[in-house]
């Protein structure tokens, strides 16, 4: 056992885990964080997209005892004030779910890719998203979902 | 050297289980506490939409808001089996199933309402917003919630069975109706091949697609979408690798479906030809949308190249070797 | 016709629940007292096999360990009950069920699956759909390794090809593809406050579902109960049995939860496949692009398994004209079991897999007679009152020619610009 | 073998001293983009984890006039963002922004592709063409080993007790530059088919003056062309002259891979890898002359 201290969607946690748990683990058994999904367990289809310290990543490829003193947001941190973020009210307004298995993830994508890049276009919505495979949508109207969330984001929405 | 070209595919598709088998929706619709109307249907949610589309026809044939319906379709303990979410035949099977319940449910409040509003006739009668009244003189009406209030949660019902009309195939002859209904598409594709590479890249779709009457343009494109970077997959990337019998690409770093960034904007175009047993009109769509796109890759694969690809998927590796063959196994091109 | 709700973008009833993780699928569900499974499978294609457990029973954590002795009906499958529960005497494929593991952890079952012996004797396999033809060839299930047949045999074929200005004839092959839909396969079983056996699980048809776990564990259908959660994709993969079983005879064995989650790499071995074709396809065509008849063959790799095969093959038989009036029509489609991964549903369910060979004749066709690919499209395809290769006349909303008409509007698909170009 | 102790590594003295005490038992982790994968897969079964990436002074990418030194932490990432890369360092921006995904590219490092040795890390071409040097250190003091060596010499490689701190190599002149391709099968999270890349100098008349030409997945691990970097020296960049550079190279590999089932692929293939990163190449050095 090992003792980590990490700040997960803006809340303090000092937790006990085995040394082989991966940061998906944590999230999913040890915090009920289930909205982070594990879809291939190897980084390549970005389900367990969560941002850490900033940045995403693929939390099957983080060891839990890495992310010792860092901050992640998950997809249930995106609320505020209980209103859902922009990203997701635009998913919702364009038809951008469909099984909804990527979807947390990708929205993730989404959000780091708008925290660096306000005003990306299409092409590089893509390429932001690039990292999260979707089997259901065929992307375009995810790519749609994030270009009105500019829109939203723009407007205060 | 980069060569384009352009190809199209075109495709039918025919709904249901098919010849003969009896291929059967039931839906119940049950008059809920505050006059809340509960939709029962075993038809599946897998992510092509099947609930709201659903929720639609039965919203549509009640003449109710979304918001007043609860929709039940995950426990078999609560809900009549509405056979599988495949064959797309949700939309047209379960669609027909949940409209004929409605339109019973509606026939049984119309009949308590003429006891209730002391009626001579049901004629005249209308199920609207909650309400039955009588058109031609609105004072008599009786509410959704007044006659749940009255006769219980739950006593009043209505029930609907569809079953898809089809005749079994003869034997010998394949002579039969294996299907209905049948639904259409075309997709045209312009690509361009890197003939020293052997990669193809999409440049441009144009994909319609027949949906009978689309109940939810959205879901539709989406289905299209989807089904279209599933065929490009199918058609260019995707290999199981089999080797005696063993998967050796068995996972997502060696299987290989489309990212965002394989994917185009395609240009995606519904036609509408309603179909008359259908509900409002609508056919399924879910598997058709993937029909024509691989062919249509083929066709302009040759257009661009004079090659024929008569084997899938088109790996670059594969495609690379026949255009060599083609010219007559030499070298780069 | 004006309507209220129906043609309206409508949001979806479950966009809300999804874009804010709170949708909940198999693997999210966690309960008290619950325990683990994972299954052990064949290594070998084909094989004999004799199991011992002893060992692995002996771990510490490893609650129980299931066989085939333990299911009452270890028969089950979509068309033809030719799936066993866990295998008793034979695989027939890699990925065949053999034993399910249940323990305290998901590492106590990883333990157990090492220590499971399973004596292997080796039997040739066959992999070829064309050699598991042959009656020589090494038998997967009985004594002939054709699953179905299914014929057309429509007007006069030697007239139609005598009558023919061009005639095209090819093969075409397709591959065996997944759906790799992004959940993989998960659930929780339990025993519900009313008694019955619960499955939760994501699935395509929860009433088949119920079915066939009433009828492996050999209990009423009403004590069986499937509650579907969210389902990440299916494409037709969630059609067959999975875990279903496996989880259910667990949890009334055991009285506790059980929950399975398969990794990617199991959900590719677990679940059927799209069947491979090889298609020959002779299509022939008057002077003036009339379609006058077509012959063709299919042959099916259908895996160890039959699933869906017959319903697959007969759509494939049924769609290998494409949308097109042919007046002659031969079809001969067969379903054949080999040794590799199994086959079944998947979207268009042997439809997807025809025009692959029909779409690229009508091209063939149309370069022989100097035509274009839509203009031969145009004269052969059903319109309102065509009559299909099987005899069936489409009445109604028979769209081909607006589907076409839409595509070409929108790109210039055969004009001077654009086709066949060299950009660089 | 099981985990039995990690450590969250604060500095290079404190990683060092621990590879010290547990030297084989122990496995270096970075991104984890490889290692938690083979530690899934039991390909690896090391005793105890040393995490290295939250290490500030492996993090830095440092601009020392005349030399670049990357730290061996720095993600993919941090290189694509760096004005450093933009000019006529493109190619390595370029090889760092093809790799996988914008998730694995966050946390995936320099480093970690070059400690783990995959002979298809995109990353290793255009650092070969650099004649980078790796810089370990350990408790023993510090040593630097050529990466082209790396990959080439049994003998050359990092040792169990050995942490690779940083990557270091002479920036190219105002008027060299370096240009990368790569062949994928799809256009993301794609593992490299095959790369290629150059550095290369012209002089006034346009003739080359400097070359250097590595390849990824073209043989054994990355390796140094030199067969087609002697071709070329000297020669004006004619269309004749690339032509027969394709087949001067194609002719190397075929020492290599003859027989293999890729070979007559990747003998075509490399011929758009080639010419693409040539193109790339001219395209700058035609814009500085201007």
Same mark, same amino acid.
């Given at each position: 056992?090992?003792?980590?201290?990490?700040?997960?969607?803006?809340?303090?946690?000092?937790?006990n885990?085995? +040394?082989?748990?991966?940061?998906?683990?944590?999230?999913?058994?040890?915090?009920?964080?289930?909205?982070?999904? +594990?879809?291939?367990?190897?980084? $390549?289809?970005?389900?367990?997209?969560?941002?850490?310290?900033g940045?995403?990543?693929?939390?099957?490829?983080v060891?839990?005892?890495?992310?010792?003193?860092? $901050?992640?947001?998950?997809?249930?941190?995106?609320e505020?004030?209980g209103?859902?973020h922009?990203?997701?009210?635009?998913?919702?307004?364009?038809?951008?779910?469909?099984?909804?298995?990527?979807?947390?993830?990708?929205?993730?994508s989404?959000?780091?890719?708008?925290?660096?890049?306000?005003?990306?276009?299409?092409e $590089?919505?893509?390429?932001g998203i690039?990292?999260?495979l979707c089997?259901?949508?065929?992307?375009?109207?995810?790519?749609d979902?994030v270009?009105?969330?500019?829109?939203?984001? +723009?407007?205060?929405? | 050297?980069?060569?384009?070209?352009?190809?199209?595919?075109?495709?039918?598709?025919?709904?249901?289980y098919?010849?003969?088998?009896?291929?059967?929706?039931?839906?119940?619709?049950?008059?809920h506490?505050?006059?809340?109307?509960?939709?029962?249907?075993?038809?599946?949610?897998v992510?092509?939409?099947a609930?709201?589309?659903?929720?639609?026809?039965?919203?549509?044939?009640l003449?109710?808001s979304?918001?007043?319906?609860?929709?039940?379709? =995950?426990?078999?303990?609560?809900?009549?089996d509405?056979?599988?979410?495949?064959?797309?035949?949700?939309?047209?099977?379960?669609?027909?199933?949940?409209?004929k319940?409605c339109?019973?449910?509606?026939?049984?409040?119309?009949?308590?309402?003429?006891? =209730?509003?002391?009626?001579?006739?049901?004629?005249?009668?209308?199920? =609207?917003?909650? =309400?039955?009244?009588?058109?031609f003189?609105?004072?008599?009406r009786?509410? !959704?919630?007044?006659l749940?209030?009255?006769?219980?949660?739950?006593?009043?019902?209505?029930?609907?069975? !569809?079953?898809?009309?089809?005749?079994?195939?003869? *034997?010998?002859?394949?002579?039969?109706a294996p299907?209905?209904?049948y639904?259409?598409?075309?997709?045209?594709?312009?690509?361009?091949?890197?003939?020293?590479?052997?990669?193809v890249?999409?440049?441009?779709?144009?994909?319609a697609?027949?949906?009978?009457?689309?109940?939810?343009?959205?879901?539709?494109?989406?289905?299209?979408d989807?089904? !279209?970077?599933?065929?490009?997959?199918?058609?260019?990337?995707?290999?199981?690798?089999?080797?005696?019998?063993?998967?050796?690409?068995?996972?997502?770093?060696?299987?290989?479906? *489309?990212?965002?960034?394989?994917?185009?904007?395609?240009?995606?175009?519904?036609?509408?030809d309603?179909?008359s047993?259908?509900p409002?009109?609508?056919?399924g769509?879910?598997?058709?949308?993937?029909?024509?796109?691989a062919?249509?890759?083929?066709?302009?694969?040759?257009?661009?190249t004079?090659?024929?690809?008569?084997?899938?998927?088109?790996?670059?590796?594969?495609?690379?070797?026949?255009?060599d063959?083609?010219?007559?196994?030499?070298?780069?091109? | 016709?004006?309507?209220?709700?129906v043609?309206?973008?409508?949001?979806?009833?479950?966009?809300?629940?999804?874009?804010?993780?709170?949708?909940?699928?198999?693997?999210d569900?966690?309960?008290?007292?619950?325990?683990?499974?994972?299954?052990?499978?064949?290594?070998?294609?084909? #094989?004999?096999?004799?199991i011992?457990?002893?060992?692995?029973?002996?771990?510490e954590?490893?609650?129980?360990?299931?066989?085939?002795?333990?299911?009452?009906?270890?028969?089950?499958g979509?068309?033809?009950?030719?799936?066993?529960?866990?295998?008793?005497?034979?695989?027939?494929?890699i &990925?065949?069920?053999? #034993?399910?593991?249940v323990?305290?952890?998901e590492?106590?079952?990883?333990?157990?699956?090492?220590?499971?012996?399973?004596d292997?004797?080796?039997?040739?396999?066959?992999?070829?759909?064309?050699?598991?033809?042959?009656e020589?060839?090494?038998k997967?299930?009985?004594?002939?390794?054709?699953?179905?047949?299914?014929?057309?045999?429509?007007?006069?074929?030697?007239?139609?090809?005598?009558?023919?200005?061009?005639?095209?004839?090819?093969?075409?092959?397709?591959?065996?593809?997944?759906?790799?839909?992004?959940q993989?396969?998960?659930?929780?079983?339990?025993?519900?406050?009313?008694?019955?056996?619960?499955?939760?699980?994501?699935?395509?048809?929860p009433?088949?579902d119920?079915?066939?776990?009433?009828?492996?564990?050999?209990?009423?259908?009403?004590?069986?109960?499937?509650?579907?959660?969210?389902? &990440?994709?299916?494409?037709?993969?969630?059609?067959?049995?999975s875990?279903?079983?496996?989880?259910?005879?667990?949890?009334?064995?055991?009285?506790?939860?059980?929950?399975?989650?398969?990794?990617?790499?199991?959900?590719?071995?677990?679940?059927?496949?799209?069947?491979?074709m090889?298609?020959?396809?002779?299509?022939g065509?008057?002077?003036d &692009?009339?379609?006058?008849?077509?012959?063709?063959?299919?042959?099916?790799?259908?895996?160890?398994?039959?699933?869906?095969?017959?319903?697959?093959l007969?759509?494939?038989?049924?769609?290998?004209?494409g949308?097109?009036?042919?007046?002659?029509?031969?079809?001969?489609?067969?379903?054949?079991?080999t040794?590799?991964?199994?086959? /079944?549903?998947m979207?268009g369910?042997?439809?997807?897999?025809?025009?692959?060979?029909h779409?690229q004749?009508m091209?063939?066709?149309?370069?022989k007679? /100097?035509?274009?690919?839509?203009?031969?499209?145009?004269?052969n395809?059903?319109?309102?009152g065509?009559v299909?290769?099987?005899?069936?006349?489409?009445?109604?909303?028979?769209?081909?020619?607006?589907?076409?008409?839409?595509?070409?509007?929108?790109?210039?698909?055969?004009?001077?610009? &654009?086709?066949?170009?060299?950009?660089? | 073998?099981?985990?039995?102790e990690v450590?969250?590594?604060?500095?290079?003295?404190?990683?060092?001293?621990?590879?010290?005490?547990?030297?084989?038992?122990?496995?270096?982790?970075a991104?984890g %983009?490889?290692?938690?994968?083979?530690?899934?897969?039991?390909?690896?079964?090391?005793?105890v984890?040393?995490?290295?990436?939250?290490?500030?002074?492996l993090?830095?990418?440092?601009?020392?006039?005349?030399?670049i030194?990357?730290?061996? @932490?720095?993600?993919? %990432?941090?290189v694509?963002?760096?004005?450093?890369?933009?000019?006529?360092l493109?190619?390595?921006?370029?090889?760092?922004h093809?790799?996988g995904?914008?998730?694995?590219?966050?946390?995936? %490092?320099?480093?970690?592709?070059?400690?783990? @040795?995959?002979?298809?890390?995109?990353?290793?071409?255009?650092?070969?063409?650099?004649?980078?040097?790796?810089i370990?250190?350990?408790?023993?003091?510090?040593r630097?080993i050529?990466?082209?060596?790396y990959?080439k010499?049994?003998?050359?490689?990092?040792?169990?007790?050995?942490?690779?701190?940083?990557?270091?190599?002479k920036?190219?002149?105002?008027?060299?530059?370096?240009?990368?391709?790569?062949l994928?099968?799809?256009?993301?999270?794609?593992?490299?088919?095959?790369?290629?890349?150059?550095l290369?100098e012209l002089?006034?008349?346009?003739?080359?003056?400097?070359?250097?030409?590595?390849?990824?997945?073209?043989?054994?691990?990355p390796?140094?062309?030199?067969?087609?970097?002697?071709?070329?020296?000297?020669?004006?960049?004619?269309d004749?002259?690339?032509?027969?550079?394709?087949?001067?190279?194609?002719?190397?590999?075929?020492?290599?891979l003859?027989?293999?089932?890729?070979?007559?692929?990747?003998?075509?293939?490399?011929?758009?890898m080639?010419?693409e990163?040539?193109?790339?190449?001219?395209?700058?050095?035609?814009?500085?002359?201007?």
């Amino acid at each position: 056992m090992k003792e980590i201290q990490l700040n997960v969607n803006g809340k303090d946690y000092s937790l006990n885990i085995d +040394e082989n748990m991966r940061l998906i683990d944590l999230l999913r058994d040890k915090l009920g964080l289930l909205g982070t999904k +594990e879809g291939c367990g190897e980084g $390549e289809c970005g389900a367990c997209t969560v941002i850490m310290d900033g940045e995403t990543v693929t939390s099957c490829l983080v060891m839990a005892f890495q992310a010792h003193g860092s $901050e992640i947001l998950t997809i249930e941190g995106l609320e505020s004030n209980g209103k859902i973020h922009p990203i997701q009210q635009a998913f919702i307004d364009v038809g951008a779910v469909q099984c909804g298995f990527c979807t947390p993830g990708m929205i993730m994508s989404a959000k780091a890719l708008l925290d660096k890049n306000p005003n990306p276009t299409r092409e $590089e919505i893509r390429e932001g998203i690039s990292g999260n495979l979707c089997r259901c949508t065929g992307y375009n109207k995810i790519v749609d979902g994030v270009e009105l969330a500019i829109n939203y984001i +723009e407007e205060g929405k | 050297m980069k060569k384009r070209g352009r190809g199209i595919g075109v495709s039918f598709y025919g709904t249901g289980y098919g010849n003969g088998f009896p291929d059967v929706s039931k839906a119940k619709v049950v008059l809920h506490d505050e006059g809340k109307v509960g939709i029962y249907v075993g038809g599946t949610e897998v992510g092509q939409g099947a609930k709201t589309a659903l929720l639609q026809i039965g919203a549509e044939t009640l003449s109710i808001s979304l918001e007043q319906i609860l929709f039940i379709s =995950e426990d078999t303990s609560l809900m009549p089996d509405s056979g599988t979410a495949a064959a797309s035949r949700q939309t047209y099977n379960t669609g027909n199933a949940v409209k004929k319940a409605c339109e019973n449910f509606k026939d049984r409040l119309i009949d308590i309402a003429k006891e =209730e509003l002391e009626l001579n006739s049901t004629h005249g009668l209308k199920v =609207e917003k909650g =309400e039955i009244y009588l058109e031609f003189f609105p004072d008599k009406r009786i509410s !959704f919630k007044e006659l749940v209030d009255k006769y219980g949660d739950g006593t009043i019902q209505g029930e609907g069975e !569809f079953i898809a009309q089809t005749v079994e195939m003869d *034997p010998e002859t394949g002579q039969g109706a294996p299907y209905w209904p049948y639904t259409f598409n075309a997709c045209g594709v312009e690509l361009e091949v890197d003939t020293l590479t052997g990669q193809v890249e999409i440049l441009d779709a144009v994909f319609a697609q027949d949906a009978g009457k689309a109940i939810n343009p959205h879901l539709v494109e989406g289905q299209m979408d989807g089904g !279209f970077a599933m065929a490009l997959g199918y058609a260019l990337f995707e290999d199981l690798k089999l080797d005696k019998g063993r998967i050796k690409s068995n996972k997502f770093s060696r299987y290989l479906i *489309p990212t965002a960034m394989d994917m185009i904007d395609v240009k995606n175009i519904i036609v509408e030809d309603p179909e008359s047993t259908a509900p409002y009109g609508a056919k399924g769509i879910g598997e058709p949308v993937m029909i024509p796109i691989a062919p249509a890759i083929l066709n302009a694969i040759y257009d661009a190249t004079g090659v024929r690809i008569k084997e899938l998927p088109v790996t670059p590796e594969k495609l690379r070797k026949a255009l060599d063959e083609a010219n007559g196994g030499g070298g780069s091109d | 016709m004006k309507f209220d709700i129906v043609g309206k973008n409508i949001i979806r009833t479950d966009a809300y629940s999804k874009v804010t993780g709170k949708a909940l699928y198999p693997q999210d569900i966690y309960m008290d007292n619950m325990v683990y499974g994972k299954t052990l499978r064949s290594k070998l294609p084909h #094989a004999y096999i004799d199991i011992d457990t002893s060992e692995a029973e002996k771990i510490e954590g490893v609650i129980k360990i299931f066989t085939y002795k333990d299911v009452p009906n270890n028969s089950h499958g979509v068309v033809f009950k030719d799936h066993e529960v866990f295998c008793e005497k034979k695989v027939r494929r890699i &990925g065949d069920p053999i #034993a399910f593991v249940v323990g305290e952890t998901e590492e106590v079952c990883k333990l157990a699956l090492d220590k499971i012996k399973v004596d292997y004797k080796e039997l040739e396999g066959v992999f070829d759909p064309e050699i598991a033809m042959d009656e020589n060839s090494p038998k997967v299930h009985g004594d002939s390794n054709i699953v179905y047949h299914f014929k057309i045999r429509k007007g006069d074929i030697e007239e139609g090809f005598k009558n023919s200005y061009v005639i095209a004839e090819n093969t075409y092959k397709t591959h065996m593809v997944e759906h790799a839909f992004l959940q993989p396969e998960a659930g929780v079983s339990l025993i519900d406050e009313e008694g019955r056996v619960t499955v939760m699980v994501a699935t395509q048809y929860p009433h088949y579902d119920r079915e066939e776990v009433a009828s492996a564990l050999n209990i009423k259908e009403e004590e069986v109960r499937i509650v579907n959660t969210n389902i &990440g994709g299916a494409f037709g993969g969630r059609e067959d049995i999975s875990l279903q079983i496996h989880l259910a005879l667990a949890a009334y064995t055991l009285k506790r939860p059980v929950k399975v989650v398969y990794s990617r790499e199991e959900s590719f071995i677990a679940h059927a496949k799209r069947h491979p074709m090889i298609m020959k396809c002779k299509t022939g065509a008057d002077k003036d &692009g009339k379609l006058l008849a077509m012959e063709a063959e299919i042959i099916g790799d259908t895996g160890a398994y039959a699933s869906w095969a017959p319903n697959v093959l007969r759509k494939a038989g049924v769609h290998i004209t494409g949308p097109y009036y042919i007046p002659n029509v031969v079809v001969d489609s067969y379903a054949v079991y080999t040794n590799n991964p199994f086959a /079944g549903a998947m979207r268009g369910f042997g439809a997807t897999q025809v025009p692959i060979a029909h779409e690229q004749q009508m091209d063939i066709l149309a370069e022989k007679l /100097g035509m274009d690919p839509i203009s031969i499209r145009m004269i052969n395809i059903f319109k309102q009152g065509s009559v299909t290769a099987t005899g069936q006349v489409l009445t109604e909303s028979v769209p081909v020619e607006a589907c076409i008409k839409e595509v070409v509007k929108r790109m210039d698909l055969f004009g001077e610009e &654009g086709h066949n170009e060299e950009t660089w | 073998m099981a985990l039995e102790e990690v450590y969250k590594g604060e500095n290079v003295d404190e990683v060092v001293e621990l590879l010290d005490k547990y030297g084989k038992d122990a496995k270096i982790i970075a991104g984890g %983009t490889d290692i938690v994968i083979d530690l899934r897969n039991n390909r690896i079964d090391p005793k105890v984890l040393i995490d290295i990436s939250s290490i500030e002074e492996l993090k830095g990418i440092k601009d020392k006039g005349e030399y670049i030194e990357i730290g061996a @932490g720095v993600s993919f %990432t941090q290189v694509v963002e760096n004005p450093l890369f933009e000019r006529n360092l493109y190619g390595l921006n370029k090889a760092c922004h093809m790799v996988g995904s914008p998730q694995i590219r966050n946390k995936g %490092t320099l480093g970690g592709n070059i400690a783990n @040795g995959s002979p298809a890390a995109d990353s290793i071409p255009p650092l070969i063409c650099l004649n980078s040097t790796l810089i370990l250190k350990s408790v023993r003091g510090r040593r630097e080993i050529s990466i082209e060596d790396y990959y080439k010499d049994e003998n050359e490689k990092i040792r169990p007790d050995e942490l690779l701190v940083s990557i270091g190599f002479k920036k190219p002149k105002e008027n060299q530059v370096l240009s990368f391709a790569k062949l994928g099968l799809r256009k993301a999270l794609a593992i490299s088919r095959l790369s290629i890349a150059i550095l290369v100098e012209l002089d006034e008349e346009g003739k080359i003056i400097n070359i250097e030409v590595a390849s990824g997945s073209l043989g054994k691990y990355p390796m140094r062309e030199l067969e087609l970097e002697q071709f070329l020296l000297g020669k004006k960049l004619e269309d004749s002259t690339v032509d027969e550079g394709v087949l001067v190279l194609q002719r190397a590999m075929e020492k290599r891979l003859a027989g293999r089932s890729t070979f007559p692929y990747k003998r075509v293939a490399v011929d758009r890898m080639f010419r693409e990163a040539l193109e790339e190449a001219m395209k700058y050095l035609d814009e500085v002359r201007l």
